[in-house]
């Protein structure tokens, strides 16, 4: 039997036969998994964690696996009873530490790194994690025989090499149907020679495709000065430390061992001998299917001189490399001691592990981040996986505290266990110390700052910060001292909080999300990666200038004489400015983080309202609610999908989704508009959706990150809902 582990937000789950069991709790397992083959949808509804705390197995959790009943007063308001009910259930599925956990994976490039990872450094992953990694892909494949580069996403070679290798790693044989059908769809397409740049990185390390045959990683370019543009340290967080570890292996040609199973890939993945493969005329080649972002000519240029640079000997070159490479692996190993071995995100965290495997195999580094590896796993109904980060946990648990809240204390008083959690998990988080020597590996301060997930993940971002520090004022500030906490954030940990968001401003008033724009945005044109847009600079966000904003604006409600509010009123002016500046004429703005326009629409309102704003004065907010009642759908409700991150056009979904119109319905309530037709609407279509014990069905995948690829936020189907009502109940009596 499965079980979810939980301490201080980390999250794993482990196979344990002495774990309490029942017939019902496996039944309802084994129908979780048939209910999944027959769904319409590829997302799963997380079932296993629901089966879970339906049967009393989240332990820690006041209320697990027991629905509060709504109260007689409440009956009578269809609103009230569905709120009621949907707060019911969701803090059953709150963990024991307060954080809400669940399912962040949905791309489908991420498993297979480390699957490849653990196959080169010889850790081994236990039979029933590979039996579930194998369900997964089984389930996520396409039904011409790819793989998407997300959940929902069309066949790209990118991912259908890759997640063939991995089958095949993890067991399925290369006659089996699924491997025929994967492998025909690869042969169809021209072969692995057309995988972009990431995918021929793990080939080459696994051992099925050679250095040659990759654009260099140039590992020298680390050592440049910081001065210049070009500087790896000037790209965005996410793209520097990918491309770290990468250039360091690239840097010493790093292969893993021929084993038979290698030996058989070659044969299987090329129509041609391996042996007799030019391999570099293979650089550069992408298959059509993949490309999202086209190269620049002069790009090619660039790749051509690094390539001649690799090829070419000059009396010091071995020194330099080396000296390169002692400087690389010198911030990988910064990076894995200040995150304690999680890293930023899960591709750099499998390159780091098999960067410090191949420096020292058997050094603690090694086994330290063996143990981090299952951080990153997720289980539900569709398979074993490997998320996006490791997990969402503060980032949803903020939301969460503020939906519950904004539900008013004559409907939240009986969660005061719920609430009162939430904030030991947003007091535990915080982070309270900054990186050591963090200009020499290149860090923006953390004192005082939120990040996504976990404490002991470390990475600061701004609008964590924005969503931490209101959650934390509302759960301890006037609104919510009614709810009992073990420990109170003290008012100087506050202040950090807002000195963070203040150092975080860019000079166009806007915030980014980890650190400060460091590259100009030329360095776009350098983009080397075909499959991701926006991946070069840390660019301005309307999400995040939008959190950041709210809360050093409830930072200046609770403390409207601190000596920090002159400063909070320029940055406020000036971030407030920057959204009105980036607004489009139709009155939407594009979303970077979510789908799409709805949720970069819902987040300015947010923002706009927690200034003071309203429609009379603000001709942004009125532009902007027009654009979202011009895209109500006659059922009541609104549906949005991925495609519009992709496009940049706001593109309809097939249905309407409880998560589109949560965005749409709290976004028109805080606004208050005046006509309230539309929003009673949206709010019977969230009450139809209502599942009968208070849950929403899950549907359609709702994040995204550059631009391509989509990511999923399975608690956001419970917040954004709950959310909506509360926020339309409170203005619409």
């Known amino acids: 039997m499965w079980r979810l582990n939980v301490d201080r937000g980390r999250q794993w789950w482990t196979t344990d036969a002495d774990a309490a069991t029942s017939p019902a709790l496996s039944a309802a397992l084994s129908s979780a998994r048939a209910a999944y083959a027959s769904s319409k949808h590829a997302h799963s509804s997380d079932a296993y964690l629901r089966a879970l705390a339906s049967h009393g197995h989240l332990l820690g959790n006041p209320t697990c696996g027991a629905l ?57 992953l236990p039979p029933a994690h590979r039996a579930e990694m194998l369900r997964y892909l089984r389930n996520h494949q396409n039904p011409d025989g790819g793989f998407g580069l ?176 002692k ?6 190993t910064a990076e894995d001691e200040n995150t304690n071995y999680i890293c930023i995100g899960p591709v750099n965290k499998v390159i780091n592990f098999l960067c410090r495997w191949f420096d020292d195999p058997d050094g603690v580094a090694v086994d330290k981040h063996r143990d981090r590896l299952t951080d990153y796993l997720w289980l539900a109904e569709d398979g074993m996986k490997m998320q996006g980060y490791n997990g969402s946990q503060l980032w949803d648990t903020a939301f969460a505290s503020q939906a519950f809240m904004a539900a008013g204390r004559d409907i939240v008083e009986p969660f005061t266990k719920t609430l009162s959690l939430a904030h030991d998990y947003v007091e535990m988080t915080q982070v309270l110390v900054d990186v050591p020597n963090r200009e020499r590996f290149y860090r923006h301060m953390s004192k005082g700052a939120w990040p996504f997930s976990t404490r002991d993940h470390g990475w600061p971002i701004a609008d964590c910060t924005g969503e931490g520090l209101a959650a934390a004022l509302l759960l301890q500030g006037k609104k919510g001292t009614w709810i009992p906490k073990k420990k109170m954030i003290s008012n100087d940990r506050l202040q ?76 406020l002016a000036k971030g407030i400015r920057y959204i009105e500046s980036i607004q489009k004429q139709d009155g939407s703005w594009y979303g970077s983080w979510g ?95 209502q599942d009968e014990n208070g849950d929403w069905p899950q549907q359609n995948i709702c994040g995204v990150f550059n631009r391509n690829c989509m990511i999923s936020y399975s608690q956001y189907r419970n917040i954004f809902p709950i959310w909506a009502l509360a926020e339309y109940r409170k203005n619409y009596p």
């Open 327 to 332: 400087e690389t692996l010198m911030q990988i």
């Open 68 to 124: 509060a009943p709504v109260p007689a007063r409440l009956r009578r308001d269809a609103r009230a009873a569905a709120l009621h009910k949907g707060l019911s259930f969701f803090a059953t599925l709150q963990t024991g530490d307060g954080h809400w956990a669940g399912d962040y994976a949905g791309p489908m490039f991420l498993l297979p790194g480390l699957v490849i990872a653990c196959y080169v450094s010889r850790t081994p």
């Open 496 to 571: 950090d909080a807002v000195k963070m968001i203040l150092s975080y401003q860019n000079p166009d008033g806007g915030w980014a999300t980890y650190e400060l724009q460091r590259g100009p945005a030329w360095l776009e044109f350098l983009n080397p990666s075909e499959v991701f847009g926006d991946i070069m600079v840390d660019y301005s966000y309307v999400e995040c200038t939008a959190s950041a904003l709210k809360g050093i604006g409830e930072f200046r409600a609770e403390f409207p004489d601190h000596p920090l509010v002159p400063k909070l009123n320029e940055s």
């Open 150 to 325: 997300h959940i929902e996403h069309k066949s790209t070679m990118f991912s259908t090499a890759l997640n063939y290798v991995a089958m095949r790693i993890l067991g399925a044989g290369s006659a089996d149907s699924d491997s025929r059908s994967a492998r025909a769809w690869i042969r169809a397409h021209g072969g692995p020679a057309g995988c972009p740049g990431w995918g021929k990185f793990w080939l080459a390390v696994l051992g099925v495709y050679e250095w040659q045959g990759m654009d260099p990683l140039t590992p020298e370019f680390w050592l440049l000065p910081y001065a210049l543009p070009c500087h790896p340290a000037r790209f965005w967080c996410h793209c520097r430390v990918v491309y770290l570890p990468m250039s360091y292996l690239y840097g010493r040609r790093a292969v893993g061992e021929v084993t038979e199973l290698v030996r058989e890939l070659r044969e299987e993945l090329y129509e041609e001998p391996y042996e007799s493969i030019e391999w570099p005329a293979w650089r550069g080649r992408c298959c059509e299917e993949d490309v999202y972002v086209r190269r620049p000519k002069l790009q090619r240029v660039l790749w051509g001189a690094l390539a001649l640079w690799e090829s070419i000997w000059f009396p010091g070159k071995q020194w330099l490399r080396e000296r390169a490479l």
């Open 595 to 689: 789908i799409c326009f709805l949720y970069a629409i819902w987040f300015a309102i947010d923002a706009y309202t927690s200034m003071g704003l309203t429609l009379e004065t603000s001709p942004s907010m009125e532009r902007a609610c027009q654009f979202v009642l011009n895209k109500q759908r006659e059922d009541g409700g609104w549906g949005e999908s991925y495609l519009s991150s992709e496009t940049m056009v706001y593109t309809q979904s097939e249905e309407s989704l409880v998560v589109s119109t949560g965005w749409a319905l709290v976004a028109l309530s805080m606004a208050r508009w005046p006509d309230r037709e539309p929003l009673e609407k949206a709010s019977q279509f969230l009450i139809r959706s």
